[in-house]
Protein backbone atom coordinates (compact mmCIF):
# COMPACT_ATOMS: atom_id res chain seq x y z
CA UNK A 1 0.00 0.00 0.00
CA UNK A 2 1.29 3.64 -1.22
CA UNK A 3 1.69 6.35 1.18
CA UNK A 4 -0.98 8.90 1.67
CA UNK A 5 -0.15 10.66 -1.48
CA UNK A 6 -2.29 13.15 -2.70
CA UNK A 7 -3.39 13.13 -6.95
CA UNK A 8 -5.44 15.51 -8.54
CA UNK A 9 -6.82 13.89 -12.05
CA UNK A 10 -7.97 16.02 -14.68
CA UNK A 11 -10.43 14.53 -17.70
CA UNK A 12 -13.69 15.54 -19.51
CA UNK A 13 -14.57 12.03 -19.95
CA UNK A 14 -16.52 11.22 -16.40
CA UNK A 15 -15.79 7.17 -17.25
CA UNK A 16 -12.21 7.38 -17.03
CA UNK A 17 -12.23 9.88 -14.16
CA UNK A 18 -13.88 7.09 -11.77
CA UNK A 19 -11.83 4.16 -13.14
CA UNK A 20 -8.36 6.44 -12.19
CA UNK A 21 -10.30 7.30 -8.93
CA UNK A 22 -11.27 3.93 -7.87
CA UNK A 23 -8.26 2.36 -8.78
CA UNK A 24 -5.56 4.82 -7.45
CA UNK A 25 -7.76 4.77 -4.64
CA UNK A 26 -7.35 0.98 -4.09
CA UNK A 27 -3.71 1.66 -4.13
CA UNK A 28 -3.05 4.10 -1.50
CA UNK A 29 -3.81 7.48 -2.87
CA UNK A 30 -5.95 10.65 -1.67
CA UNK A 31 -7.83 11.62 -5.27
CA UNK A 32 -9.32 14.52 -6.18
CA UNK A 33 -11.11 14.82 -9.70
CA UNK A 34 -11.43 18.00 -11.81
CA UNK A 35 -13.62 17.76 -15.06
CA UNK A 36 -12.29 20.80 -16.96
CA UNK A 37 -8.59 22.63 -16.26
CA UNK A 38 -10.88 25.39 -15.46
CA UNK A 39 -11.81 23.61 -12.42
CA UNK A 40 -8.53 21.82 -11.72
CA UNK A 41 -7.21 25.26 -11.29
CA UNK A 42 -9.56 26.41 -8.57
CA UNK A 43 -9.45 23.47 -6.23
CA UNK A 44 -5.40 22.48 -6.89
CA UNK A 45 -3.72 22.98 -3.60
CA UNK A 46 -0.02 22.87 -2.60
CA UNK A 47 -1.04 19.12 -1.08
CA UNK A 48 -1.65 17.53 -4.61
CA UNK A 49 1.70 15.74 -5.32
CA UNK A 50 0.87 15.07 -8.78
CA UNK A 51 -1.90 15.78 -11.52
CA UNK A 52 -3.23 13.57 -13.85
CA UNK A 53 -3.72 15.70 -16.75
CA UNK A 54 -5.80 15.27 -20.04
CA UNK A 55 -4.68 17.22 -23.02
CA UNK A 56 -7.58 17.36 -24.88
CA UNK A 57 -10.87 19.02 -23.27
CA UNK A 58 -13.44 21.49 -24.19
CA UNK A 59 -12.12 25.18 -22.73
CA UNK A 60 -8.68 25.50 -21.71
CA UNK A 61 -6.69 22.55 -22.67
CA UNK A 62 -4.18 20.52 -20.79
CA UNK A 63 -1.13 22.27 -22.17
CA UNK A 64 -2.54 25.21 -22.30
CA UNK A 65 -3.15 24.57 -17.77
CA UNK A 66 0.13 23.42 -17.86
CA UNK A 67 1.70 26.28 -19.49
CA UNK A 68 0.00 28.64 -16.77
CA UNK A 69 0.77 26.56 -13.95
CA UNK A 70 4.53 26.71 -14.45
CA UNK A 71 4.90 30.41 -16.10
CA UNK A 72 1.81 32.31 -14.44
CA UNK A 73 1.45 30.83 -10.99
CA UNK A 74 5.26 29.52 -10.76
CA UNK A 75 3.70 26.15 -9.89
CA UNK A 76 5.91 23.03 -10.05
CA UNK A 77 3.65 20.04 -8.93
CA UNK A 78 4.47 17.06 -11.34
CA UNK A 79 2.16 16.22 -14.35
CA UNK A 80 1.59 13.20 -15.88
CA UNK A 81 -0.06 14.00 -19.63
CA UNK A 82 -3.21 11.78 -20.74
CA UNK A 83 -3.50 11.92 -24.21
CA UNK A 84 -4.91 10.30 -27.44
CA UNK A 85 -2.31 11.94 -29.08
CA UNK A 86 1.25 10.00 -29.63
CA UNK A 87 2.80 12.11 -32.09
CA UNK A 88 6.35 12.86 -31.25
CA UNK A 89 5.83 16.88 -31.67
CA UNK A 90 2.94 16.40 -29.19
CA UNK A 91 4.98 14.67 -26.61
CA UNK A 92 8.14 17.42 -27.06
CA UNK A 93 5.73 20.08 -26.46
CA UNK A 94 4.22 18.18 -23.11
CA UNK A 95 7.58 17.67 -21.86
CA UNK A 96 8.75 21.72 -22.77
CA UNK A 97 5.73 23.14 -21.04
CA UNK A 98 6.90 21.04 -17.90
CA UNK A 99 5.19 18.29 -17.97
CA UNK A 100 7.11 15.19 -16.06
CA UNK A 101 5.91 12.11 -17.86
CA UNK A 102 3.41 11.18 -20.97
CA UNK A 103 0.93 8.14 -21.20
CA UNK A 104 -1.25 7.42 -24.67
CA UNK A 105 -4.27 6.70 -24.62
CA UNK A 106 -5.87 3.54 -24.37
CA UNK A 107 -2.97 2.75 -20.94
CA UNK A 108 -3.80 0.05 -18.49
CA UNK A 109 -4.08 0.82 -15.24
CA UNK A 110 -0.94 -0.80 -13.95
CA UNK A 111 0.75 1.16 -16.61
CA UNK A 112 -0.39 4.32 -14.82
CA UNK A 113 -0.12 3.38 -11.43
CA UNK A 114 3.49 2.40 -12.41
CA UNK A 115 4.22 5.88 -13.68
CA UNK A 116 2.10 7.55 -10.59
CA UNK A 117 4.60 6.14 -8.31
CA UNK A 118 7.92 6.47 -9.97
CA UNK A 119 6.81 10.13 -10.22
CA UNK A 120 6.22 10.46 -6.97
CA UNK A 121 9.31 8.82 -5.91
CA UNK A 122 11.40 11.17 -7.87
CA UNK A 123 9.47 14.47 -6.67
CA UNK A 124 10.33 12.98 -3.05
CA UNK A 125 13.51 12.32 -3.67
CA UNK A 126 14.37 16.15 -5.68
CA UNK A 127 16.15 18.62 -3.76
CA UNK A 128 13.39 21.13 -1.98
CA UNK A 129 13.42 24.23 -3.87
CA UNK A 130 13.33 27.86 -1.87
CA UNK A 131 9.94 28.96 -2.35
CA UNK A 132 9.46 32.16 -4.36
CA UNK A 133 9.35 35.50 -2.85
CA UNK A 134 7.12 38.03 -4.72
CA UNK A 135 8.54 41.78 -4.60
CA UNK A 136 5.99 44.93 -5.59
CA UNK A 137 7.45 47.74 -4.98
CA UNK A 138 8.12 48.13 -0.82
CA UNK A 139 6.20 45.03 -0.58
CA UNK A 140 7.82 41.59 0.03
CA UNK A 141 5.51 38.52 0.01
CA UNK A 142 7.07 35.37 0.89
CA UNK A 143 5.59 32.55 -0.15
CA UNK A 144 7.37 30.07 1.86
CA UNK A 145 7.07 31.12 5.23
CA UNK A 146 4.12 33.09 4.29
CA UNK A 147 4.82 36.40 5.52
CA UNK A 148 4.56 39.77 4.09
CA UNK A 149 6.91 42.77 4.95
CA UNK A 150 6.67 46.57 3.59
CA UNK A 151 10.25 48.33 3.60
CA UNK A 152 11.57 45.29 5.90
CA UNK A 153 8.82 46.29 8.21
CA UNK A 154 6.91 42.87 9.25
CA UNK A 155 3.29 42.69 8.40
CA UNK A 156 0.33 41.12 10.06
CA UNK A 157 -1.92 39.46 8.20
CA UNK A 158 -4.59 36.83 8.81
CA UNK A 159 -3.97 33.32 6.69
CA UNK A 160 -6.99 34.46 4.76
CA UNK A 161 -5.87 38.31 3.99
CA UNK A 162 -2.56 36.26 2.84
CA UNK A 163 -3.73 33.86 0.32
CA UNK A 164 -5.94 37.38 -1.12
CA UNK A 165 -2.44 38.71 -1.40
CA UNK A 166 -0.71 36.30 -2.47
CA UNK A 167 -3.01 35.31 -5.44
CA UNK A 168 -3.26 38.31 -6.87
CA UNK A 169 0.10 38.88 -6.22
CA UNK A 170 1.27 35.79 -8.56
CA UNK A 171 -1.23 37.15 -11.23
CA UNK A 172 -0.67 40.67 -11.34
CA UNK A 173 -3.63 42.40 -13.66
CA UNK A 174 -5.82 39.44 -14.08
CA UNK A 175 -9.59 40.46 -12.18
CA UNK A 176 -10.45 37.88 -9.74
CA UNK A 177 -14.34 37.68 -9.52
CA UNK A 178 -15.72 37.27 -6.05
CA UNK A 179 -16.49 33.72 -7.26
CA UNK A 180 -12.59 32.84 -8.07
CA UNK A 181 -11.73 34.12 -4.76
CA UNK A 182 -14.09 32.54 -2.83
CA UNK A 183 -13.06 29.11 -4.76
CA UNK A 184 -9.57 29.27 -4.18
CA UNK A 185 -9.49 31.16 -0.35
CA UNK A 186 -12.53 29.89 0.76
CA UNK A 187 -12.57 26.28 -1.33
CA UNK A 188 -15.24 23.99 -0.65
CA UNK A 189 -16.82 26.00 2.86
CA UNK A 190 -20.43 26.54 1.18
CA UNK A 191 -21.32 28.76 4.63
CA UNK A 192 -19.55 31.99 3.15
CA UNK A 193 -20.62 34.65 1.40
CA UNK A 194 -19.03 36.80 -1.65
CA UNK A 195 -19.76 40.08 1.03
CA UNK A 196 -16.96 38.11 3.05
CA UNK A 197 -14.38 38.76 -0.19
CA UNK A 198 -14.84 42.50 -0.07
CA UNK A 199 -14.85 42.78 4.46
CA UNK A 200 -11.40 40.99 3.95
CA UNK A 201 -10.04 43.25 1.15
CA UNK A 202 -11.11 46.22 2.96
CA UNK A 203 -9.18 44.98 5.56
CA UNK A 204 -6.08 44.25 3.56
CA UNK A 205 -5.90 47.64 1.94
CA UNK A 206 -6.24 49.53 5.45
CA UNK A 207 -3.22 47.05 6.49
CA UNK A 208 -1.53 47.82 3.61
CA UNK A 209 -1.52 51.52 4.36
CA UNK A 210 -0.59 54.00 1.20
CA UNK A 211 -0.09 50.57 -0.80
CA UNK A 212 -3.44 49.53 -0.07
CA UNK A 213 -4.38 51.45 -3.71
CA UNK A 214 -2.36 48.43 -5.71
CA UNK A 215 -6.02 46.50 -5.04
CA UNK A 216 -7.90 47.77 -7.39
CA UNK A 217 -11.79 47.29 -7.52
CA UNK A 218 -13.02 46.91 -11.41
CA UNK A 219 -16.66 47.89 -10.86
CA UNK A 220 -19.00 44.51 -12.23
CA UNK A 221 -15.91 42.41 -12.81
CA UNK A 222 -13.77 41.88 -9.43
CA UNK A 223 -10.37 42.34 -7.92
CA UNK A 224 -6.89 42.83 -9.19
CA UNK A 225 -3.53 44.09 -8.34
CA UNK A 226 -2.14 47.19 -10.75
CA UNK A 227 1.44 47.70 -10.60
Not at 28 to 50: F, K, M, N, W
Not at 187 to 198: A, F, P
Amino acid sequence: MSEQHKILVVDDEADLREILQFNLESEGYIVDTAESAEQALRILTPEHELILLDVMMDGMSGFKMAEKLRKDLHNETPIIFLTAKDTENDMLTGFNLGGDDYISKPFSIKEVAARVKAILKRAGNAPVATPPVIQIGAINIELGTKSVTINGQSLPLTKKEFEILSLMAQNPGRIFSREDILNRVWQNDGYVLERTVDVHITRLRKKLGEYGKIIVNRSGYGYCIEL
